[in-house]
């Protein structure tokens, strides 16, 4: 009897040790279920005594969707690194037995001639920590999940039968691992609080992002990654009412929730969003006063950019909501306001997160109106334009115009093919290559959100880019105002145009250049040492016109025979989408096919600078290029071993953005080029290349002077002279071979630089140049446009043996920019020409 005595007293000072710890974050008031596991109880210690990697999120989630009827777990596909991309629904089990009919009751209140009926459940999706690296959101999670599926109080009882909560425990499964690895590894068991320690100082590239390096918080407007293709795919599938999304800022902050900086929300959403989005506001501020902890709203941060994901619900009927805590970045870290412990900033999620499921309690009511009006209201706008259609498509290239397809059809946007061929304003849309979207339609708003050119702004400020009108990105021809009447038939799934070889041949194969994997065809030729020329002029041949750049791969003298030729041309044509021609005579009108206008290419070999000193997001969109697209295989070369690295292996060096390289390794690539290698630089390398003499460029220099700005405004008057990403129209020398596989005169840029290249004095030289009004979208300052005015993106400089190309812009922004993508292939492929 004693010994049990004895053992009791002890489980009990255990079970207070237990309690201890989860009463720092759980109302220690609260009734909690016993037989719901705690997350130490799984995964081994406290939340907040190490960071969480994601293999434990998955094994707790899993155990607490076995011990609680109150949630479900389901996994929606994975990660480039095939990590499960996890989503609990949480609710109460009444409402789990009816989920589907809830589920389309919520959906059918978007609709056409919805009763107007707000008696039920409100849809709340929470997601976390979509910056690995900013680690509190997912901690948080642990617990936010556990007390759901543990607490027996009345207010608990309130939200599951008033909410599906769609809970998406970490929206960045790879870059967390990434930096749950550096901290852990890093800790001491007696913490460092120094922010010089190691701890605090991840390495390249840093946990913020995804395997590729993407900031993937800028990708729900785009869909181009799994993580967010899973995401986007709930989101339509439920339509949210609220949608939260828990962050980190720098470590001297303190806590910050939406709303953003009031004038800088995006036209296009509607006011009372802005006033739910206060209203919910106040839960925050009323929960973190509880708990003492210092907060700030409306300074900072917007709602413009539908591409993130506290403003994409913003266009879709809900309200997005950004929280950022102030990071500790590893486990305790001194700052402006103390010390911050990683606890402490759990705490803070974990305490808004539950504020967000009051408010979405209170304000049920009145967040399901807002959502029936949102899409009643849009329905009267589209209707007035009922006729009205936008088409888009490039008679050349059906693969790029698939894939914006491909992103309309993620968005549940409904989409046509052409009934046929037609030209508008000069334009001609063929069928099989165009796509047609009526405006009227559910969700016009949201395609006029991805249409739409803006060119006035209420603000000159703006914390992601101002312009990303879809079509432009994929440089494809476009009308916003054509009759319904070219309406085809619906397309329900998008399936891209089957490749093909017209006929075999003895003699050659055509390629031409415009289709948009037809650089993953070449690379796969010159792998297999198959000879391949391009054209440097035009031609045409049995009643076809070749553009520049088409590829010829004559049969005889090759590695292969005939037959295991046509046979390797008919696959690659196949998997790339590809129109090959097998012709059967040399004689053309133009260049004959044995002329000398023809270039042999060499196989590139390719590295890409990566590592300290290197944007890695710029990096990671060039990596993801090859990688995912074209099937090109690139070494990534390490800034830290470039000195010691044998450069002649390569005859291809990209440095993506980059402001500064050592000595050493300047010394080495000048070198290098110098003997015949090709450097191609984006956006600030180009300014290296120019002060280390890689190339002579001459820069139109801005003088700014502040006339009448007060102390106050000076940060704002500095910023809006920053080109933070606007779109831009230059024209084309298409007869260059950077530009080959271009069929139009005109281009559009996206820009996020503000160096202005002056233009070579021989014109032949300056292949792309803006207009004299180059603005087609998005905010720049006035005297910035007047510098950029005909000014030239792009320069190509010899240097030795070896060549230079500089590019200001960005050609492979965030996956997306489908239409410059070419640009950077010309550069590798043609790089003898150019
Ligand atoms: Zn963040």
């Given at each position: 009897m004693r010994a049990f005595l004895l053992l009791l007293l002890f489980c009990s000072a255990l079970s207070a040790q237990n309690n201890l710890d989860l009463n720092y974050y759980i109302d220690s008031n609260t009734p909690l279920n016993p037989d719901i596991p705690t997350p130490k109880s799984i995964i081994g210690f406290d939340i907040g005594k190490w960071h969480i990697s994601h293999d434990k999120v998955i094994q707790y989630m899993y155990a607490l969707a076995n011990a609680s009827d109150r949630i479900t777990i389901e996994n929606r596909g994975t990660t480039f690194e095939d990590r499960p991309l996890l989503l609990l629904t949480i609710t109460s089990p009444k409402n789990h037995s009816n989920l589907e009919s809830i589920r389309t009751e919520h959906l059918a209140a978007t609709d056409d001639n919805a009763p107007e009926d707000f008696n039920r459940p409100l849809v709340v999706y929470q997601g976390f920590s979509i910056h690995g690296n900013e680690p509190s959101g997912t901690n948080a999670a642990m617990l936010v999940a556990y007390y759901l599926a543990a607490a027996q109080d009345e207010f608990t009882q309130e939200v599951l039968d008033n909410t599906v909560i769609l809970f998406d425990p970490c929206f960045n499964p790879d870059g967390m691992q990434r930096f749950a690895y550096w901290a852990n590894t890093n800790k001491n068991i007696n913490l460092t609080s120094d922010p010089n320690d190691r701890e605090y100082s991840e390495v390249w590239p840093g946990g913020r992002s995804n395997h590729y390096w993407f900031d993937m918080n800028r990708d729900w407007l785009p869909v181009q990654l799994p993580e967010s293709q899973a995401r986007i795919k709930t989101f339509h599938k439920w339509l949210p009412n609220i949608l939260t999304d828990h962050h980190e800022m720098g470590t001297n902050s303190t806590f910050f929730f939406q709303p953003g900086v009031p004038s800088r929300t995006h036209p296009l959403t509607p006011k009372l969003n802005q006033e739910l989005t206060k209203k919910i506001g106040n839960f925050h501020a009323e929960a973190l006063d509880k708990i003492g902890s210092l907060y700030f709203t409306e300074e900072s941060y917007d709602d413009f950019y539908y591409g993130k994901g506290s403003t994409f619900p913003d266009i879709n009927g809900g309200i997005g909501i950004l929280f950022e805590q102030a990071s500790s970045r590893g486990h305790l870290q001194e700052s402006d306001n103390g010390l911050i412990s990683f606890p402490f900033t759990i705490r803070n999620q974990y305490t808004t997160a539950l504020s967000t499921l009051k408010a979405a309690t209170v304000l049920r009511e009145d967040l399901l109106e807002y959502q029936y009006n949102f899409y009643n209201n849009a329905r009267k706008e589209a209707s007035k334009i009922s006729k009205q259609a936008i088409v888009f498509g490039d008679e050349k290239d059906a693969a790029k115009t698939n894939a914006l397809a491909r992103i309309l059809e993620q968005h549940q946007v409904e989409i046509y093919n052409i009934k046929e061929d037609f030209t508008e304003n000069d334009k001609s849309f063929k069928k099989g290559y165009s796509y047609i979207i009526p405006k009227n339609q559910k969700n016009s708003r949201l395609i006029d959100a991805m249409f739409e050119k803006r060119t006035s702004f209420q603000d000159s400020l703006f914390y992601d880019i101002s312009a990303w009108s879809f079509p432009l990105a994929f440089n494809l021809d476009y009308e916003e105002k054509v009759s319904t009447k070219h309406l085809g038939e619906q397309v329900k799934n998008v399936i891209f145009n089957e490749g093909s070889v017209s006929e075999k041949s003895d003699i050659t194969y055509l390629m031409e250049w415009h289709e948009y994997y037809t650089p993953k065809i070449l690379n796969q030729l010159l792998n297999h040492g198959i000879r391949s020329k391009v054209a440097m002029k035009q031609f045409s041949l049995n009643n076809k016109t070749y553009d520049y750049g088409t590829i010829l791969i004559p049969v005889q003298n090759q590695k292969l025979n005939s037959d295991a030729l046509f046979s390797l041309l008919n696959n690659l044509s196949k998997e790339s989408y590809v129109q090959i021609h097998g012709v059967n005579t040399g004689l053309t009108n133009g260049i004959d096919l044995g002329s000398r206008h023809f270039k042999t290419l060499k196989k590139p070999e390719i590295a890409l600078l990566v590592g300290d000193g290197i944007s890695s997001l710029d990096a990671g969109e060039i990596w993801h290029l090859f990688d995912t697209r074209y099937n090109i295989t690139t070494t990534k070369l390490d800034t830290k071993n470039l000195e010691k690295t044998d450069l002649s292996r390569y005859n291809t060096i990209i440095i993506p953005?980059?402001?500064?390289?050592?000595?050493?390794?300047?010394?080495?690539?000048?070198?290098?080029?110098?003997?015949?290698?090709?450097?191609?630089?984006?956006?600030?390398?180009?300014?290296?290349?120019?002060?280390?003499?890689?190339?002579?460029?001459?820069?139109?220099?801005q003088e700014l002077l502040a006339e009448n700005i007060s102390f106050e405004d000076k940060s704002e008057f500095r910023g809006a002279q920053r080109i933070k990403g606007a779109i831009f129209e230059a024209k084309l020398d298409r007869s260059h071979p950077i530009n080959f596989g271009y069929k139009n005169d005109k281009i559009a840029l996206f820009r996020n630089t503000n160096i202005f290249i002056k233009p070579d004095k021989d014109s032949y030289n300056n292949p792309i140049q803006y207009t004299e009004k180059p603005l087609l979208s998005g905010y720049i300052s006035k005297s910035n446009l007047d510098s950029l005015s005909n000014t030239v993106p792009l320069q190509i400089k010899r240097f030795g043996k070896g060549k230079v190309v500089a590019f200001t812009d960005n050609t492979n922004f965030r996956a997306f920019w489908y239409g410059t993508n070419k640009l950077m292939m010309n550069a590798i492929f043609f790089r003898e020409e150019l």
């Open positions: 953005s980059t402001s500064s390289l050592s000595k050493e390794i300047t010394e080495k690539l000048k070198t290098w080029t110098k003997t015949g290698g090709t450097i191609i630089g984006f956006r600030n390398t180009v300014k290296w290349l120019n002060s280390n003499e890689f190339i002579k460029l001459e820069f139109k220099e």
